[in-house]
């Protein structure tokens, strides 16, 4: 039995149809979950759409749990991995609030049932092979940047202490000039606290720039890298029929010998 719920519950490779529909089973009904999200006022059809998809999400969430040693392959250790998995994290919080579990101020948690429609994303699976792929080319960016705003933020706060009341306003405006958004509630007053403003969009644009190249360089390397593995699995599959062929026409040649 749980071979059959694990054969339907993973995700489709487009060969399985029960397999397909469930994925998009599944996909649709965390996004109806979501659509009381959409409303300020609370109606009765919205209590009875989020008691319907929540048992059912929750249910998914069992299966998952059950089956976890066939995706990983592990043993029994598997069912005490899987709820600290990030998506199991994810799926959990998200149905906590519609169990009664937490109290309803956290209905927002509900949002993070978005994530179920991700899952079955091949794009965003991409992006976060993408990013695990580059982690530690970020890691570096994102420290330069964190490094800058830091600095620029400090610089700006000991020239211009009148215009900024606390340091976290001289790291609000950093952080908004990096970023080249510029809301215009903070600013510098001086003529050098414009030209280190100045300083920082025109850098901000650069390490911005930087990784959005990086990972759109890896996005594709996945999808072509994804192509080439669909095509070798073609190739494959075109060797062994043509195998079976070959042997098929031996026997018959084999049989008409006789």
Request: aromatic share 14%; net charge negative; charged share 25%.
């Amino acid at each position: 039995m749980r071979q059959t719920i694990y054969n339907i519950i993973k995700q489709s490779d487009g060969r399985d149809k029960l397999n397909k529909f469930y994925d998009y089973f599944i996909c649709a009904i965390a996004f109806i979950s979501i659509i009381p999200l959409m409303y300020k006022r609370e109606y009765e059809i919205f209590n009875l759409m989020d008691t319907v998809t929540v048992y059912i999400l929750f249910a998914d969430y069992v299966f998952r749990w059950m089956t976890y040693d066939m995706r990983i392959k592990k043993g029994n250790i598997s069912f005490v991995i899987y709820p600290f998995t990030p998506y199991a994290l994810l799926d959990l919080l998200s149905l906590l609030p519609s169990l009664g579990m937490v109290s309803q101020s956290f209905r927002v948690l509900r949002m993070l049932r978005i994530f179920k429609i991700l899952r079955y994303s091949k794009s965003f699976n991409y992006i976060l092979h993408a990013f695990e792929k580059e982690k530690n080319t970020l890691s570096s960016v994102l420290i330069l940047a964190l490094g800058y705003i830091f600095v620029s933020a400090l610089v700006m706060f000991s020239y211009e202490p009148e215009t900024f009341s606390d340091f976290f306003a001289a790291l609000y405006w950093a952080t908004t000039a990096l970023t080249t958004v510029g809301y215009g509630d903070v600013y510098p007053k001086t003529d050098v606290g414009r030209l280190i403003s100045m300083i920082s969009s025109l850098f901000g644009i650069a390490v911005i720039a930087l990784p959005a190249g990086i990972i759109t360089a890896s996005f594709v390397d996945e999808i072509n890298e994804e192509k080439e593995q669909t095509a070798a699995s073609g190739e494959n599959d075109d060797d062994e029929h043509s195998k079976i062929d070959r042997i098929i026409e031996k026997r018959m040649e084999a049989d008409k010998d006789e």
